[in-house]
């Protein structure tokens, strides 16, 4: 059976996929935690990257440069955009990742990197700047597998949609109903982005799915669920690691 690549930014947004694995080697790369095993007899690697897109583009390279799996599944929390339709407890499918901080701030307002003209990531023919697209075909083997869920009983909506990566996360209504607006986005993260454009790179398909922790606005940590979203996500990798055909 071929392998999974499993990225999670922290210990605590993979401890219960962790908990199922068998067979595992651990090891410790530049030190963070990379696990191999397996998960229902699905062989896995589960790479712990830290947050934010250095981190994880560092961590993914380290790995694919000696390693090619059949897919790049991350998961982790997220926070929803206030038009996206998600709420606290729900899940969400990226469609395509986005650069939510690249490009350049003018007197009329944000533009993207296609102001600057240099893109980030040529490929044939395409030219990439903020936005890179996941596989249409993986997303609706993912999407059919999460909608059909049963989700241990609970109302879970899941959505598929636009996700934005930032590193000055929003903590502030205007900027959540601007960044939303911008790419058309159900919520944002730390470093999905950064995955969509090496998996491009490498030629790998790629699937993120993000649990919903809190709304993006005026920043009220307690209105956030930090461990129903980890728990949500990882249900959703499971299922996924168990479902999809490779």
Request: charged share 25%; proline share 3%; aromatic share 6%.
């Amino acid at each position: 059976m071929k392998e999974i690549l499993l990225l999670a930014a922290t210990e605590f947004e993979q401890a219960e996929i962790v908990a199922r694995m068998e067979r595992v080697v651990e090891q410790r790369v530049v030190g963070r935690r990379w696990l191999d095993g397996e998960v229902g007899g699905r062989p896995v690697r589960v790479v712990e990257t830290g947050i934010g897109g250095v981190n994880t583009a560092h961590a993914l390279t380290c790995v694919l440069q000696a390693r090619r799996p059949a897919l790049v599944l991350q998961i982790g929390v997220g926070g929803a955009y206030p038009e996206g339709g998600l709420r606290v407890g729900d899940v969400g499918l990226a469609s395509e990742e986005n650069y939510g901080d690249l490009g350049v701030r003018t007197p009329e307002g944000w533009q993207s990197a296609e102001l600057i003209g240099i893109p980030v990531l040529e490929r044939g023919e395409s030219r990439y700047f903020n936005s890179f697209p996941l596989e249409r075909e993986w997303v609706e083997a993912g999407g059919a597998v999460l909608a059909g869920a049963d989700w241990d009983g609970d109302d879970v909506g899941v959505k598929i949609g636009s996700f934005v990566t930032v590193q000055e996360c929003s903590g502030a209504d205007a900027l959540g109903v601007e960044r939303g607006r911008r790419f058309a986005a159900i919520c944002e993260n730390m470093e999905g982005a950064a995955v969509a454009h090496l998996c491009l790179s490498y030629g790998l398909p790629f699937l993120e799915v993000r649990g919903i922790s809190n709304l993006v606005e005026d920043r009220r940590r307690e209105a956030w669920n930090l461990p129903l979203a980890a728990a949500r996500a990882q249900l959703a990798g499971l299922m996924l690691l168990s479902e999809l055909e490779l």
